[in-house]
Every structure is written in C-alpha cells, then in structure tokens.
C-alpha cells in the first residue's frame, strides 16, 4: 500500500480528481472539509472512478483557522494542498486572506508534523499576467507582476499565494519540501454537481448566453492537473514549479464552436457571435463575474508545459477531447439537457 496522502479542499473540483487519482495508485487519503456532513458526498462522488473502501477518510479545517490542521497532517508522508477560493468578488481581501494565510497554515503545520513534501496547487495566475504582450509561451521562471495592469483578485490570490509559500520554506521550512502546480485553465469531467467549478464557463455556453465576450485562454485536463500533482508528489526531486497546459491560447468562440460540433442539435443555444468589448465593460459595472473578465479582453497568454513533459514524463490530453469530456459531464450529471 501507499503513502497516506492528506488533500486540502476535499470538496472541490480539483480536490476530488486527485483523491481518486491517489486511490487508484495504492495511496490511503485523508481529505480536510469544513463540515464532516460532506464527507459522504465527496466519498459519492468519487465512487463514481474507484471504490475508496476504508482508505478515505475526513478530518475537519479551515483555511481561516488554525484548529483541525495538527489533526489533519498528523501521520501523512504528503500532502496535496489544492484548496483555494474561486470566487468572483470586488473586495480582494475575501479571496486573497484565505489563499495567504491558508497555504501558511498548511506548511507551518505540514513541517511540524515531520511531512516530506507539499504540493501546492498555484495557477499560471501567478505566472503570467502584469506582462506586456508576448509571442513567445510563459515558463516557470516567469511570475506575475500584481503592481502591473489589472487582474482579478483570484488572480491576486494566487500569486501573492505562491509567493508566500515559497518564502515559507526558505525562511521556515527546516526540511519539508515545496512542489508547485500551475495549471491553465481547468477543465474536463466533474466528480459530481456540487463540484464543477470551471465548468460554469462550459455551462453558460450551453444555456445559450447572448455572445462569447473576447476572452482567450489554454486549456487542461483536471484528470492531467491531478495526474500532474502525483508525479510531482513522488518525483526524486522537488523545489519546483510545474506548468500543466495541453492547448494554444483558444477563444471563447473556438470552444463556442467545438461544443456545436460534438453536440449538434443540443448545442444550438452556443453563442455563434462575439461580444463587443464595451458591453463587457458595462456589464462588468453590475456583474462581478463579468467584471472579472475586463482584464481579460483581447489578451492571449501562453504558456509552456515542456518542463512537467521533460522532467516528469508529463502529457495532456487535447483540448477537443477535454471539453467534449465536459459537456458530457454536465449531461450525465443533469446540470444540461
């Protein structure tokens, strides 16, 4: 049998992928969630890949808190720390509070408990925004510059995050190790409806929203985003950063189009016009989401997954198949059609 894994956020999108993941590779998990009534849903769900057994377990913590963590790392030779805000809010604190303070809280207690290695889940939203426009693709060693241009306070977030965890370990760390994964963005099945995160986008296509604002951005897998946490997780090496991208920058419109084409007659509310910039920009006066967008328009970041292939034997799936994996998902899980 394998290592005892802890994964943080077990509720989540992401979270469910790499329990399933770790469970299907020999590994015992112990998932945190704020509310222990949950458990059974993520244990649901996940049943939906691989039969848990008595190998899935819950504890209780909180990313605002520092009671539950002792108790959660306490035995565990890994921890996966997937766990993060995603939410759309004008106040930057609401997101960027928990990102910080969490990913500290999960190191500090991660090192006394006398775990070996961290891998924390970042986002190329610590890598590549605050940059003028650029051809060629972003790498590892590109960070974003939050005093520069505009960006979401998620996109904040996550690079403030990753910034503190990184300065965590070489100030405090004694001997645990960091990995980072920085996915694009995420898509591809969803363990179940409670947990379908990115897939809103997917579904606000299908409902038929009136037009595709210009908004570009790479694709991956989640199935590849957990694949990618376990190889770092056991890879000789760590102290490193991992991009995970399987796509060229794609528009809303490209992904308008491929959903008509894998779904014919379903798909026939998918917008088929783009939406001009300054309705986005209204819009975005009274909808936070939309708002969160504005940064976005017209921007089309790259970025590089060669490191996760040439060092970790890393591959993703093609775009096409991860959003005909979505739509099929939302299907199955009643959430359209």
């Keep these: 049998m394998g290592d005892e894994v802890l994964v943080t956020g077990g509720t989540g999108y992401v979270a469910g992928w790499c329990i399933a993941e770790l469970l299907q590779n020999g590994h015992s998990v112990r998932a945190t969630v704020r509310d222990l009534a949950k458990g059974q849903a993520v244990r649901d769900a996940v049943s939906r890949v691989v039969d848990p057994g008595d190998r899935l377990e819950f504890v209780t913590a909180d990313l605002m808190a520092d009671d539950g963590w002792d108790e959660a790392v306490t035995g565990c030779q890994h921890v996966l720390h997937v766990a993060s805000p995603l939410t759309a809010t004008r106040d930057e604190?609401?997101?960027?509070?928990?990102?910080?303070?969490?990913?500290?809280?999960?190191?500090?207690?991660?090192?006394?408990?006398?775990?070996?290695?961290?891998?924390?889940?970042?986002?190329?939203?610590?890598?590549?925004?605050g940059h003028r426009p650029r051809k060629e693709p972003f790498d590892e060693s590109d960070w974003t510059d939050i005093e520069t241009g505009k960006m979401s306070a998620y996109v904040k977030s996550k690079a403030l995050a990753e910034r503190a965890a990184w300065k965590f370990i070489e100030d405090e760390g004694g001997g645990l190790e960091l990995t980072t994964i920085n996915p694009t963005g995420i898509f591809g099945p969803?363990?179940?409806?409670?947990?379908?995160?990115?897939?809103?986008?997917?579904?606000?296509?299908?409902?038929?929203?009136?037009?595709?604002?210009?908004?570009?951005?790479?694709?991956?897998?989640?199935?590849?985003?957990?694949d990618l946490h376990l190889r770092a997780m056991t890879a000789p090496v760590a102290g490193q950063r991992y991009i995970a991208n399987s796509s060229d920058p794609l528009s809303m419109l490209d992904i308008a189009r491929e959903l008509r084409e894998i779904l014919g007659e379903k798909a026939s509310r998918v917008?088929?016009?783009?939406?001009?910039?300054?309705?986005?920009?209204?819009?975005?006066?009274?909808?936070?989401?939309?708002?969160?967008?504005?940064?976005?328009l017209g921007q089309r970041r790259n970025a590089t997954a060669a490191k996760a292939q040439r060092e970790l034997g890393w591959h993703g799936r093609s775009w096409q198949e991860t959003v005909m994996a979505s739509a099929q998902s939302l299907i199955d899980l009643g959430e359209f059609g």
């Design 93 to 129: 604190q609401q997101v960027i509070r928990p990102a910080v303070d969490g990913v500290v809280r999960v190191l500090r207690a991660s090192r006394d408990a006398g775990v070996r290695r961290v891998v924390y889940t970042s986002s190329c939203g610590a890598v590549y925004y």
């Design 271 to 296: 917008p088929r016009r783009k939406m001009p910039d300054w309705t986005v920009r209204l819009l975005g006066r009274f909808n936070t989401q939309m708002n969160d967008l504005v940064p976005l």
């Design 190 to 226: 969803a363990l179940s409806a409670g947990a379908v995160s990115s897939l809103g986008l997917i579904k606000r296509l299908l409902d038929g929203m009136p037009a595709c604002p210009d908004v570009w951005m790479c694709v991956v897998d989640v199935r590849d985003v957990a």
